[in-house]
C-alpha cells in the first residue's frame, strides 16, 4: 500500500506539472505516455505466444502515435488528424498484405485497435489542456480548467469508488468481470465525482473564472465523465482477464503499466474535450 500511495502521489505531481507547463512539454511527456499504453496493450494480446519483441506492426503504430501528436501540436487540424488515422489502417493493410501469412487479421485488429484507443483516445488530454474559450484569462486558457475536469472524473471517482465499495458495497455487479465492484461502490464513485466536481465549479465561481451556472454544469460533466471512466475501466479488466494476465506492465510500482493507471482518463478525455468544445467554445 505504501508503494502505491507513493507512486500515487509521484502520478499526481506529473499530471499538475504537464498541466501546468502544457504546450512542449505536455505533447511530448503524453505521446510517450500514448507509446508505452500502445505497446503495452500490443504486448498483452501475444503474451500467450511469447513472443514479446516489436514487430513491423508495432513500430507502425508508435510512428503513427507519433505523427498524430506532431500533427495535434503543429497544426492541429481535423482533416489533418482523420488522414492520419486512416493512412495508418492503409499501411497496416499493406504490410498484412505483403508479409502475409506472417500476421494475422486479428493482429490487424488488435494493433489499431490500440493505436485508436491509447494513442488518439489519450490524446484528447492534451487536446483539452490546448483548448481556447470563454474561460481564457491572463494565465490559463480554458483548456487548463477542463483537463482538471478531466482529472476528477477519473481520479475522484476512483477513490470514492474504492471507499463507499469498502464501507457500504454488498451488491457485486460485475461478478465474473470484476468481483470486487459493487453496485454502491459504481454510484457512490459517480456521485461523489459529480460534487467534487460542483465544489471545483463553485471554487472557479469565486474566482471570478465562471458564472454560478457552470457549478451545476461541472458537477453532471464529472458524474458522467466517472461513468465512462469506470466503463474504461471495466474493459480494460476485461482485455486483461481475456488474455490471463494480471497487470498491463511494471512500470508504475504498486499500479502496474500505464493502461493499469490510466484506463479510465483515455475515455473520459474525449467525452470531457467535445462537451466542453461545444459547451464553453
Known sequence: MKTRVMSGVVLAVFIVAALFIGREFMAAAFCIVSCIGFTEITRAAVKKDGDQKLNILDFTGIVGIVIYYALMFFYDSSEGLTACMIGIVILMLLIYVFTFPKFTARDIFTTYFAFLYAGVCFSFFYRTRAFSGIF????????????????????????????????????KIFPVLSPK???????????????????YGLLLNRFGVCGTKYILYFGIICMLGSIVGQIGDLAASGIKRNYGIKDY???????????????????????VYYICYYLLK
Open 136 to 171: 481564457d484569462t491572463k494565465y490559463f486558457v480554458t483548456g487548463f480548467y477542463a483537463a482538471i475536469v478531466i482529472v476528477i472524473s477519473a481520479w475522484v471517482s476512483d477513490t470514492f469508488a474504492f471507499f463507499v465499495g469498502v464501507c457500504i458495497g454488498k451488491h
Open 249 to 271: 506492465g511494471k512500470l508504475i510500482p504498486g499500479h502496474g503499466g500505464i493502461m493499469d493507471r490510466f484506463d479510465s482518463m483515455i475515455l473520459i478525455s474525449p467525452l
Open 181 to 199: 465492484k459493487s453496485l454502491e461502490g459504481c454510484v457512490g464513485g459517480a456521485v461523489g465525482s459529480g460534487l467534487v466536481g460542483s465544489l
